[in-house]
């Protein structure tokens, strides 16, 4: 019996040297690499998230930017610019499209002649908010301050 008893204290001893060899991770260390992983993944999050809807409004932009070259053209075949009463469908003969899509986030542009501060027109997308007269909003005046702007009369600079 002494000898079982010997035995199994020695197994138990070799056992716990193996388990003493086998060194693992502790709870701190696990901890810090799930902090690391957060803090990682909150940058990328943060700096991905947002490049749809970026990607929008230069997509608004360049429509804008379309929009003016298609009224200027109009304006050298009618000698005016249609009228806030024909809209942004005026000029559909103008675009490559033949249509007058709504802006990214599925509203009418809105155009208004004359415009404001004796601009001829101008041309305005409501921004991923949707509302008009807000920061967000998309005007086409804003998109060229320096040099002339199409469909501007008095150029303003920055």
């Given at each position: ?22 060194e ?22 943060t ?9 929008k ?6 429509q ?23 809209g ?21 542009y ?6 404001e ?20 909003d998309i005007?086409?005046?804003?998109l ?15």
């Amino acid at each position: 019996m002494k000898r079982f008893a010997l035995y199994v204290k020695n197994h138990f001893e070799e056992v716990r040297r193996a388990l003493a060899a086998h060194e693992g991770f502790s709870l701190l260390e696990l901890l810090i690499v799930i902090v690391i992983i957060g803090i990682l993944g909150t940058i990328v999050y943060t700096r991905f998230m947002d490049l749809p809807e970026k990607a929008k409004v230069q997509a608004a932009k360049q429509q804008i930017l379309i929009f003016k070259m298609a009224m200027d053209r109009y304006r050298l075949d009618h000698d005016a610019y249609p009228s806030g009463e024909q809209g942004l469908d005026a000029i559909r003969s103008y675009l490559d499209s033949r249509e007058v899509p709504p802006d990214p986030w599925g509203k009418d542009y809105i155009l208004r002649v004359p415009g404001e501060n004796e601009r001829e027109y101008d041309i305005i997308s409501r921004g991923p908010d949707k509302q008009e007269g807000t920061e967000d909003d998309i005007r086409s005046w804003e998109l060229h301050k320096k040099g002339s702007g199409v469909g501007s009369k008095n150029v303003e600079e920055e």
